[in-house]
């Protein structure tokens, strides 16, 4: 086996080509969704005659027209905020909770702390599909009886569920940064009177900023691109529900629908062109524990 840095550099050609036709379907189903949203009709092919350029797909999207013909309108504004609400929700939520439980795991040798890690990989490894009977089963028994707080309640749940799916994986990156930070700052701290608390604060998240922000990057997509807890526990629409639910309606017209599928993607694509490098340090620092 070679090192990364001692592999030949004209071998770097045919690893970057099979990536390359690995990758092709997706690039080539991605492309044919922005070009049909700029498009009067779907583009389902690579025949540039097909293509027939218009605004009118984003203009009606953003004016709220979902379909060509009646008077169906929506607010996508609203289910771009109410996408936001949840994606933000679970990104605090998760980021809060692997801040702390990463640095107890790392610094703290508390009795059972060996077990709960184990359990934290155990409960990564269940698909969130296997996991909704259940998570149905306590929406309903909590369920609130006044129906001032549904909406309100609806929110929190889905948020604090969908969180629930991201925070083993994300403790245990979190372990991998803290872990990186040697115990000299940590000790100067408690030296100088400070509290854990403090330390945790002021000296250990300072110092693992690219981890937290790849944590709560990470996060944040979840929320933004989750689908199943969302249609079924959030009780308003978000973009992943108001796409899926207008693709089979007979008023759709598809051309507008792939400019909504588009919206929904930039915020993905931004993030990822944007932050390749915070990612692969979010990977490469948080496996190290």
Not at 132 to 153: A, D
């Amino acid at each position: 086996m070679r090192d990364v840095e001692a592999r030949p550099k004209r071998y770097e050609w045919l690893i970057l080509l099979a990536l390359l036709l690995a990758s092709l379907p997706l690039l080539v189903g991605f492309s044919l969704l922005m070009l049909s949203s700029f498009s009067t009709e779907m583009v389902t092919n690579l025949d540039p005659g097909s293509f027939h350029f218009t605004l009118e797909n984003w203009i009606n999207l953003f004016q709220g027209k979902i379909a060509t013909t009646g008077g169906i309108r929506v607010n996508i504004w609203r289910i771009t905020l109410n996408t936001l609400i949840v994606a933000l929700g679970v990104a605090g939520v998760v980021t809060l909770t692997s801040t702390m439980a990463g640095y107890s795991l790392s610094r703290i040798d508390f009795k059972g702390r060996k077990t709960m890690m184990v359990l934290l990989l155990v409960l990564h490894a269940f698909p969130g599909v296997a996991l909704i009977v259940g998570v149905y089963l306590l929406y309903r028994l909590t369920f609130p009886e006044s129906t001032g707080f549904v909406g309100l309640y609806s929110f929190l749940y889905v948020i604090l569920a969908r969180a629930a799916l991201e925070i083993p994986m994300s403790i245990w990156l979190m372990k991998g940064f803290f872990d990186t930070v040697p115990w000299e700052f940590e000790w100067s701290g408690i030296i100088d009177g400070a509290s854990r608390i403090t330390v945790w604060r002021k000296i250990m998240l300072p110092l693992i900023k690219p981890g937290i922000l790849s944590v709560a990057l990470f996060a944040f997509l979840a929320g933004w691109q989750d689908i199943i807890y969302v249609r079924t526990f959030l009780i308003y629409q978000t973009l992943a529900t108001f796409i899926e639910a207008n693709i089979e309606a007979e008023y759709s017209h598809m051309p507008l629908i792939a400019a909504a599928g588009t919206f929904y993607l930039l915020p993905t694509i931004i993030f990822f062109l944007t932050a390749q490098k915070l990612l692969l340090q979010g990977y490469s620092g948080g496996i190290k524990g």
